[in-house]
């Protein structure tokens, strides 16, 4: 019998750790219909896995971290390449050339139960690709100042069932320009300590780019400012729920942006300014459909407010009696 890989873990096996291992010139004796591409680690679990060094560091002084080669399988849509390495990760994307003459997608996929943890001197992931897809199944990005970064006019940028957790400065600066866009669908952000969790914002004009979340949760998170901050771009929210945070908004729209909310739900959120929600003067709430709201407090007053709008100086209600999500 011949195996799948220079080493194989079966499907009943765990592959506890993948780290600094490095392999050269290995090669299959024989093919496999499930895996004809893969020489370094073969999980049936998971797919293909790297070694993620690009030297051999055994028996030798520590030497320091070198970049990796982007491995040219990721960018395949049928490859079962999975990362568990956030460096390895980030040069495979950031090397990625943009093609200005087809929309293909490309996807990277984080390994599955896999915590991808930032350490001190982790920068953060910067997208500036459009069709850049990034998706795991119950996977972390965990710690660092800024987790990702959203940079120029990329479209169709996707993230779906990554967990956002412990952010420090934030978890996602969408600092794109007007047209560019990304959506999460199934995502978390949780026990983040930043200023802002999410931030739209565009530093050379008053219009930012667009974020759309579907099914997202927002949960037990610390931001001075809002969980999302959209200034001047169209944010569009839908099946998802923010509970347990500690926020000035869950939400805060700043001229001239757009919110559009529809089956969400926000629970037990303290905030500081004006709503649970803010819509400040000169933006605009496209839509305020079967949301529901319960216990949430604002800071100073006694009478709590949905959605504030500057433009007046009113509280629109929420208008569900239960939670609708289907993040709930």
Sequence with gaps: M???????????????FNFENYGNNNFQLVTSEINSTCTDIFWESNGCLLFDAASCAAFSPIQPPTVLPAPTSSTSPTSNLCYSNWTSLQVAI???PEDSESNAVKSYTICPNFVLQLGTNDTELVITRSNTHISCNNCT?????????I?????NVEFR????????SGSVMAFGKNEASALFVNCTFEAGNAPVIVNMYY????QSMSLTFVGCKFLRNSAFTALIQNQGGSLVVKDSVMNNNEAGNTIFVSDPGSLSLTRSCFEENSSVRLGTIQVFNGTTLLANSDNYGQYNSIAFSSTPCDIFLGVNNSCVVFDSLKCLASAN
């Design 2 to 16: 011949f195996y799948d890989a220079t080493v194989t873990v079966d499907e009943t096996s765990v592959l506890q």
């Design 94 to 96: 950031q090397s990625s």
């Design 141 to 149: 990005i965990s710690g660092g100042e800024i987790q990702i970064s």
């Design 151 to 155: 940079q120029m006019s990329p479209i």
């Design 161 to 168: 069932g990554i967990t956002f957790s412990g952010a420090q």
């Design 203 to 206: 530093q050379f004009g008053p």
